[in-house]
């Protein structure tokens, strides 16, 4: 059974940083692509930050240049590293794992929510001013 259970969520003051981390059990992350998402109140959920089976990564515009994804192998943990945190970024932030895309990770990014099947419950983001 697959499970993703997300952590290092917060509450931080503009211009911080957070590191988020999600474990799987039941899938080795490192074969697939894997990526985090994030939905604000009264908002859609949108991709943020995605990884493939050959550690190649994608960003969305909005964070490019803040975040940093990156999985280790050998503790089956993904990570997401966000820096110069603001206001809009406060949301429930969700690890994903696509499973059927061979490893790879549908581009664009902010297309390839349907592509993720094995979500994991969240963890809340919240950055004030």
């Known amino acids: 059974q697959v499970q993703l259970v997300e952590s290092g969520g917060g509450s931080v003051q503009a211009g911080g940083s957070l590191t988020l981390t999600c474990e799987g059990s039941?899938?080795?992350?490192?074969?697939?692509?894997v990526g985090w998402f994030r939905q604000a109140p009264g908002k859609e959920r949108e991709a943020v930050a995605a990884?493939?089976?050959?550690?190649?990564?994608l960003y969305t515009d909005s964070m490019k240049g803040r975040l940093t994804i990156s999985k280790d192998s050998a503790k089956n943990r993904l990570y997401l590293q966000m820096n110069g945190l603001k206001p809009e970024d406060t949301a429930m932030y969700y690890c994903?794992?696509?499973?059927?895309?061979?490893?790879?990770?549908?581009?664009?990014?902010?297309?390839?929510?349907?592509?993720?099947?094995?979500w994991g419950q969240g963890t809340q983001v919240t950055v004030s001013s």
């Open positions: 994903a794992a696509d499973l059927a895309s061979g490893g790879y990770c549908y581009v664009p990014i902010g297309d390839a929510e349907p592509f993720f099947v094995y």
């Open positions: 039941g899938v080795t992350l490192s074969r697939y692509c």
């Open positions: 990884v493939d089976r050959n550690y190649n990564t």
